[in-house]
């Protein structure tokens, strides 16, 4: 496993990102327990999570991705990059959601304890809150560091205005700084390549980016005339999300011709679709996930074959140029 540099910081991770949304829901916690075990047998050392996950669950599953993690990490903890998120609804009441100072605060010290540990190494805003002055946020962000409740502060789920923004408040503030971010990113969805990587590397803003797969899409095991019957597009109320995303008649399309690509590279379409994805200067380790712990052995694989080919990736990028025109909603 390559490890790679978090940003313009001194923090070191590995290549490739542990997502662990499905845990709890799609995976019950031994299978959960396997997964983690087998990243860790790849050599895959950083762990992303979020308090409202599992994926597709409700208020009442919300947190028990976290709890099944920091059983997890028992022993172990000082071992791992360990990542979580804050914004999502987590209880009854009108400030149990959102990017106010007190839902940050009172979030952190939840994660904390199902987490099983005293600090989180990435804590991020899962999500942009229009209700909230975005001083505010970044304010409580900074006090959850110098509390030495987290280590470094990110995003996910920004436009690229607002992280601009937020980088400069925080500057001009001299407040914690965004040193990540976490958008949406693979062969079929390229829209932040025209400003939120640009913008990322150019002010060493780590990208950590979710669905390299297309939600499992990039698999080629989907075939459009079939209802779906497993994986994120069946997944709870997030099923239907993930259906509007990909299950699309272009989409499919897309991936036959990807398919082809990748027989002549001698690689599968989950491998090619990884190591396009690393392959952008701008990203620094892909969220990676699985149902179970085989499906892990194509992502590890991207890494193993290092650097893409460049006459590959401009065939990819030709390929899916489109695809950087899409509505961001989709």
């Not at 990102?17 to 995976?27: A, E, K, V």
């Not at 839902?103 to 005293?118: E, F, G, P, V, W």
Request: glycine share 10%.
């Amino acid at each position: 496993m390559r490890h790679v540099k978090f940003g313009r910081t001194g923090l070191r991770v590995s290549a490739l990102c542990l997502g662990t949304m499905t845990f709890g829901l799609q995976c019950d916690e031994e299978t959960s327990r396997s997964i983690l075990d087998r990243a860790a047998e790849g050599g895959i050392n950083f762990l992303d999570t979020a308090d409202v996950y599992p994926l597709g669950g409700d208020r009442a599953t919300a947190g028990r991705t976290e709890e099944i993690v920091g059983r997890w990490l028992t022993g172990k903890r000082h071992d791992y990059i360990v990542a979580t998120k804050c914004v999502g609804q987590m209880g009854p009441n009108l400030w149990d959601q959102g990017m106010s100072r007190k839902h940050i605060l009172d979030a952190i010290d939840a994660s904390l304890r199902r987490l099983n540990t005293d600090y989180i190494d990435l804590y991020q805003l899962h999500g942009f809150d229009p209700a909230t002055p975005i001083d505010e946020a970044l304010e409580a962000l900074d006090a959850v560091v110098r509390a030495g409740k987290a280590r470094y502060v990110g995003v996910s789920n920004w436009m690229a205005h607002r992280i601009a923004r937020g980088l400069g408040r925080s500057e001009v503030k001299g407040l914690a700084r965004i040193d990540s971010a976490q958008p949406r990113y693979n062969l079929l969805f390229r829209t932040f390549e025209r400003d939120l990587l640009p913008l990322c590397e150019e002010e060493g803003v780590a990208v950590i980016p979710y669905n390299p797969l297309a939600g499992g899409l990039l698999t080629g095991k989907h075939k459009l005339e079939d209802k779906p019957n497993e994986g994120r597009f069946t997944l709870g109320r997030a099923g239907s999300m993930y259906q509007q995303r990909y299950w699309h008649e272009n989409e499919f399309d897309t991936v036959e011709r990807l398919k082809g690509i990748a027989k002549e590279a001698g690689v599968s379409l989950a491998t090619l679709a990884v190591s396009w994805v690393m392959a952008n200067p701008a990203i620094t380790a892909p969220i990676v996930g699985a149902s179970r712990p085989e499906q892990l052995a194509d992502s590890l694989a991207a890494v193993g074959d290092g650097p893409m080919a460049q006459d590959l990736k401009d065939t990819l990028d030709d390929l899916t140029k489109p695809w950087r025109a899409v509505d961001a909603e989709r």
